[in-house]
Structures are given as structure tokens and as C-alpha cells.
């Protein structure tokens, strides 16, 4: 806490005011709280140092004030404090000046940090960094309302590791994990600047395209399959990774599970094409 007297001159600066601020009771005691040290700002952006100042509006009515601020450190950086003036008085009656305390409100802003990566994390598959199903369902919905509201037509894609379970049944599912890791992270660095990548489960992921020509999904899924083809997956040396790609242009009526199907069924006919590691034997939409 900070006492000042009416002219809000410092005349007390405590230790734990120290400890929050940066600043020594050497360097504080004695000088105007106003000069720009402290320089409290609200969630806004407001200066409160001026004629919105707590601690000013305290001393002329007598009202105790809370305000949750951000406080400048001496160090450069603002960190948040919740801030309460309370009027002094002299013998009199008459008020003598007012003492501020400040709390360290940085544990509320570390609980709303953990929320926001809390919900972030329910997005996020915990092994390989992308999106989760939960994303999928939020992207396709946005991509929809897209495409009903302007018509930007947007692809679905699932892809498949060729003969994953062989992998983890020869290698152990640590080498399985590692596989699905390195590959994500191609697929992640191969699409457009738009397009999600999620995993779905297993060894499947999708990619949801933002706005996408026949053309552009040709040479984006010739690129999914090079990329899988040259990833570098050392548990598998000398092996090679391959994938099998369905893939499905948005149309007219769909939904987001009728155009998933879709790119399933496109996915399940590479399949039954010998998991052919060309991109021209995946068909795209009918």
C-alpha cells in the first residue's frame, strides 16, 4: 500500500507496494503519484492517473473505491491489480489525504490464461498438435455458412496410412505414435494458408479446405501424398510411409456428416484400388 496527502505527494510506500511495483520506497516516497510512474490504465486503455484517479475521486468525497487496473512496473511490463482507495482523516474531520492498496490480481488473469488453453486443448489432438474431431465439426460449420452465404466452395479430404496396423503390430505402438506425429506435421506445413488439418482417430486425418478450384484439390492431395511419401520416419528405415486419400467438393444440400461420407466413400475405393500410392487413382466427387 501507498498513503498520499491531498496534493497526492507519496508520503508512505510500503514493502509489499515494492515487491508488486518494482519500485523502492527511495524512489517513490515524496513524489506526485500522477507523474507517470505508476500510471494506472483500466481494461480499456484508460489513463487513470488523471481526472478519472481513484484515489482523487476518494479524497474529494470520502467514498471508498475498487478498481481492478493494470499497474506499470518498474521494469517496463503492466501487470493487473486490483486497487482499493480509502479516505483518511484528520482530527477534525476533514480528509487528510488517502491510502491505496493494490493486490496482485495476476492469479485471476492466470486462471483465465488456463481456461482459454483449457478450451483450446478440447480442440487439439494431444498426440499430434492438430485439430481433434471437436475442431473438425467447428470448422466444417464455419466453411458451410460460407458456402451457403457466398457460395465459397471448399473440399473435404480424409487420408489414410496404408497398412498402419502392420506398422504397430511389427513396431510397437511407440513407433505407431512417432509415425503419426511426423506425419501430421507434414500435412500441416503441405496444405494452404485456410486449409485445417484434424485427426479424426487412428491413423486417419481430414483436411478442410478453405475456398478450393478442382484443380487446386488436385495438386493439394498430389502434395498430401509426396509429402507422407518423403516424410522421414526413422522407427521405419528403410520402410516408406504411403497414404490413401478420399477426397469431396462441398455441393448443393450437403451437410458436414453427407459430405464426410462422401470423402469416405472416395477414400474407400482407393482403397480398394491396392492402396495405389498415385494420387490419380483417388476419384474426387462424382
Known amino acids: 500500500m501507498y498513503v498520499v496527502e491531498p496534493s497526492r505527494r507519496i508520503t508512505y510506500w510500503n514493502g ?3 515487491a508488486i511495483s518494482g519500485f523502492s520506497a527511495d524512489e517513490m516516497v515524496g ?3 500522477g507523474d507517470g510512474r505508476l500510471n494506472h490504465v483500466n481494461e480499456r486503455g484508460v489513463e487513470l492517473c488523471g481526472a478519472s484517479c481513484p484515489l482523487l475521486a476518494t479524497m474529494r468525497d470520502g467514498r471508498t473505491r475498487s478498481v481492478r487496473v493494470f499497474l506499470h512496473h518498474r521494469d517496463g511490463h503492466v501487470r493487473p ?3 482499493t482507495a480509502v479516505a483518511l482523516y484528520a482530527e477534525d474531520g476533514t480528509i487528510s489525504g488517502a491510502v491505496e492498496t493494490f493486490r496482485d490480481d495476476s492469479d485471476r488473469r492466470e486462471l483465465e490464461q488456463d481456461l482459454r488453453e483449457a478450451e483450446h486443448l478440447a480442440l487439439v489432438d494431444p498426440l499430434t498438435g492438430v485439430g481433434n474431431r ?7 460449420s464455419r466453411r458451410l455458412a460460407d458456402w451457403e452465404r457466398d457460395g465459397a466452395r471448399f473440399a473435404a479430404l480424409v487420408i489414410d496410412v496404408d497398412r498402419f496396423k502392420q506398422t504397430n503390430d511389427n513396431l510397437g505402438h511407440d513407433a505407431g505414435d512417432a509415425v503419426l506425429t511426423v506425419l501430421a506435421r507434414s500435412l500441416v506445413l503441405a496444405v494452404r494458408s485456410g486449409d485445417q488439418v484434424v485427426r479424426t482417430g487412428g491413423d ?5 479446405t478453405g475456398p478450393i478450384t478442382d484443380d487446386e484439390l488436385s495438386s493439394l492431395r498430389a502434395r498430401l501424398h509426396v509429402v507422407a511419401a518423403h516424410g522421414r520416419y526413422d522407427d521405419l528405415s528403410p520402410m516408406r510411409i504411403t497414404v490413401s ?4 467438393m462441398v455441393g448443393v444440400d450437403d451437410d458436414g456428416a453427407a459430405l464426410m461420407r462422401r470423402a469416405d466413400h472416395q477414400l474407400l475405393r482407393a482403397k480398394r484400388a491396392g492402396r495405389k500410392r498415385d494420387d490419380d487413382d483417388v476419384a474426387t466427387t462424382p
Not at 134 to 140: D, E, G, N, T
Not at 204 to 208: D, G, K, L, P, T
Not at 245 to 248: L, S, Y
Request: charged fraction near 20%; charge should be positive; proline fraction near 0%.
Open 16 to 18: 509489499a507496494a515494492e
Open 31 to 33: 513524489r506526485w503519484c
Open 81 to 83: 491489480v486490483n486497487v
Open 134 to 140: 471437436r475442431a473438425l465439426k467447428q470448422c466444417l
Open 204 to 208: 486417419e486425418f481430414a483436411v478442410i
Open 245 to 248: 486419400i478420399g477426397a469431396a
